[in-house]
């Protein structure tokens, strides 16, 4: 199996790395880096952990224990970043160093497994400052650190937040403070000393690097801004990264001179869509073997500007080429940047290789 592939260009995963890591580490921050939108891909994870990032996160447990397993020599720290199912405590204490949590029940499952094993387990609480996907509301995590506390094989290190996922709020300085401050609550009511203050993602890094985050701040986890050089807040490059570190090729199976417009009458299609085309006349017209299976195909961005992408279903993506220069047959392929969702969704689908450079 050739196509369709993605290509991953190492060298500028690594320099986006780098760029990253030395804009957080000016400022005293360390990065986790996120693999979760590669399918923790192994030589992606290498390149991550090349740029310097401290440790490797994910939201699956089977990624984790795939990194586990396959970064053997290295003693590489793994987060898992959704809090654990009931289900899989037994895995998470034993490949993962350290979780992220916001159920007490949860917490106190890791700590029954972590003493049967005689283990200790990092956990990080969440706090929910706003974005409204996971974190303990701010009034109950006192209350909540003060039974984990008393958990004889959980350690808690510090406390966290995830921004710009579900409600798309953004970092600021008063969901920050509420983070600094439960932290020092914690610390002197409980006369603890919590380290970590785990800031957020790749959302945090614009304000990082326009206006530096409050000093307390002292850990992202970052995918995103990392493996495709985006702001994520607007999507427009991040300063001095490559966003063309990975793209997608597939190849054209069908090329012919088609008119622009269906014929017959119009119901919904196999995604319950309306399809209508603005276009007019006889168009160039080229379909490529990869799908809605493979990619979230409206996250496709033909390196070539003269391709245009009509539409796909499930296995074809058919794209405009009636103002493509060059010549083309088929058998050739065509090349696509990627976002997030059809990184996430390529780097999943079995039928799409992958390649580096
Ligand atoms: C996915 C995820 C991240 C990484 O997000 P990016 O936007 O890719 O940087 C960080 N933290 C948590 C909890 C996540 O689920």
Do not use: W
Not at 203 to 229: A, C, D, F, H, Y
Not at 261 to 285: D, L, P, T, V, Y
Request: hydrophobic share 40%; with cysteine; proline share 4%.
């Amino acid at each position: 199996m050739k196509n369709p592939k993605v290509n991953v260009d190492i060298k500028k995963v690594i320099a986006n790395a780098k760029e990253v890591v030395n804009l957080a580490a000016e400022k005293g921050i360390e990065v986790v880096g996120v693999t979760k939108s590669v399918c923790a891909n192994l030589e992606v994870a290498k390149a991550l952990l090349k740029g310097g990032v401290v440790g490797l996160a994910d939201s699956r447990i089977n990624n984790l224990l795939y990194l586990r397993e396959n970064l053997k020599l290295e003693r590489v720290p793994l987060m898992l970043l959704r809090t654990p199912m009931l289900s899989e405590v037994e895995q998470v204490v034993k490949y993962v160093d350290v979780s992220l949590n916001s159920e007490l029940k949860i917490v106190k499952a890791l700590n029954e497994v972590a003493r049967e094993q005689e283990l200790l387990h990092k956990v990080i609480l969440m706090v929910d400052v706003g974005d409204r996907r996971e974190g303990v509301m701010p009034d109950n995590v006192m209350k909540i650190v003060e039974e984990v506390l008393q958990l004889t094989n959980i350690k808690l290190v510090g406390i966290g937040t995830n921004l710009a996922c579900f409600g798309g709020v953004l970092p600021s300085d008063e969901n920050m403070k509420v983070l600094i401050e439960l932290r020092e609550k914690i610390n002197e009511e409980f006369d603890e000393n919590l380290k970590i203050i785990s800031g957020g993602n790749s959302s945090s890094l614009p304000r990082l690097k326009e206006r530096g985050l409050p000093p307390e701040i002292n850990q992202l986890r970052v995918g995103e801004t990392i493996l495709l050089g985006r702001n994520v807040t607007n999507r427009e490059p991040f300063p001095n990264t490559f966003q063309d570190s990975f793209l997608l090729e597939a190849e054209i199976i069908e090329l012919k001179e088609k008119p622009a417009q269906s014929e017959g009458r119009i119901g919904q299609n196999a995604f319950g869509e309306k399809e209508i085309s603005s276009k007019k006349g006889i168009r160039k017209r080229a379909i490529l073997a990869v799908g809605r299976q493979d990619v979230f195909f409206k996250g496709l961005t033909p390196l070539d500007k003269g391709v245009k992408i009509e539409s796909a279903s499930s296995d074809h993506l058919i794209v405009d080429l009636t103002g493509y220069r060059k010549d083309t047959t088929i058998g050739d392929s065509l090349k696509f940047e990627l976002n997030y969702a059809a990184l996430l969704r390529a780097m999943t689908s079995p039928y799409v290789k992958v390649d580096y450079n």
